[in-house]
């Protein structure tokens, strides 16, 4: 064998080596852009999903809020409503009370008719009654201790026959409706 046939050969060898490195690179490079089409295709899927995901939990974050705004606005209405009926019967009463004081008085007179005194004590009775099932309650007797968030001092007194801040004669009772003060007691407080 010539030098000749031998360069020729070694260099056929080298084309071909050079041809096969080629291929190999080649399918390398279609496999690669094969796998990047596959993973881009599996990726918009993951994106989607995560992205439902965001969406509903957005939603039932909304939904959550607009649950608990109803909810705090039903409260609220019935709050609202109770403190209404609440001062609506304090208002009702109030307007009432003057009859009740008159009817104290009446009572409280020397009368020599029996009868015109049996009515009276009638009418009163009936009043306290229809009172007491709106849930009116009275305060105020001498002797109790005097409150001042309950209580109108109108004369103070000193005298060591009554403990201090003692209420020592009532004016006027009180009345009140729940927690709802209708009208202060007007007293005299001792000490």
Do not use: C
Not at 29 to 53: F, M, N, Y
Not at 155 to 178: C, L, P, R, T
């Amino acid at each position: 064998m010539s030098k000749e046939t031998k360069a020729a050969e070694a260099e056929e060898e080298l084309k071909q080596e050079q041809a096969e490195a080629a291929e190999e690179t080649a399918a390398e490079e279609t496999a690669e852009t094969a796998e990047e089409e596959k993973q881009p295709e599996k990726q918009p899927e993951i994106s989607e999903l995560d992205q439902a995901k965001a969406d509903l939990a957005a939603e039932k974050d909304k939904y959550l809020r607009l649950l608990a705004e109803y909810d705090n606005f039903r409260k609220r209405s019935q709050k609202e409503k109770d403190e209404l009926y609440t001062m609506i019967r304090s208002e009702t009463v109030g307007k009432f009370l003057p009859v009740y004081d008159n009817l104290e008085r009446a009572l409280n007179q020397q009368t020599a008719d029996e009868a015109y005194k049996k009515g009276v004590e009638m009418t009163m009775t009936q009043l306290v009654g229809v009172m007491e099932k709106l849930g009116v309650e009275s305060f105020g007797e001498a002797g109790e201790v005097f409150d001042p968030a309950l209580h109108n001092a109108v004369m103070h007194i000193e005298d060591e026959s009554f403990g201090e801040n003692v209420i020592a004669e009532v004016f006027q009772k009180g009345f009140k409706i729940g927690e709802k003060v209708a009208r202060f007691a007007m007293v005299k407080v001792a000490n």
